[in-house]
Nanobody, 125 residues
Framework: QVQLVESGGGLVQAGGSLRLSCAASGRTFSTYAMGWFRQAPGKEREFVARISWNGGITYYANSAKGRFTISRDNVKNTVYLQMNSLKPEDTVVYYC??????????????????WGQGTQVTVSS
């Protein structure tokens, strides 16, 4: 079992930056692919980014490409999401997630086994 705890959310002005962190418990973090999703009230949870177990492969949703960067530190058991050039439409709750077996379909919720509780990001215009 892996527990994931997100942090780093908050209020930022449009055009600003935030770095989200997701700290994982357990010894198996370094073997898991990790992802970030986000969800607005009343909407489906949507994929943002994913990173392979060793950090060598990353994937991004079109909305994140060029603005967001996912990274990980397997010594610290932490995955990060650096978000730049934030827009008001980025105002949602962000969730990190862990995939135990590095599934092929990287952008769907069912490919992830563990989820954090979420962290709110609010971008003011």
């Amino acid at each position: 079992q892996v527990q994931l705890v997100e942090s780093g959310g908050g209020l930022v002005q449009a055009g600003g930056s935030l770095r989200l962190s997701c700290a994982a418990s357990g010894r198996t973090f370094s073997t898991y692919a990790m992802g970030w999703f986000r969800q607005a009230p009343g909407k489906e949870r949507e994929f943002v980014a994913r990173i392979s177990w060793n950090g060598g492969i990353t994937y991004y949703a079109n909305s994140a490409k060029g603005r967001f960067t996912i990274s990980r530190d397997n010594v610290k058991n932490t995955v990060y999401l650096q978000m730049n050039s934030l827009k008001p439409e980025d105002t949602v709750v962000y969730y990190c997630a862990a995939d135990k077996v590095s599934r092929v379909l990287v952008d769907i919720r069912s490919s992830y086994d563990y989820w954090g509780q979420g962290t709110q990001v609010t971008v003011s215009s």
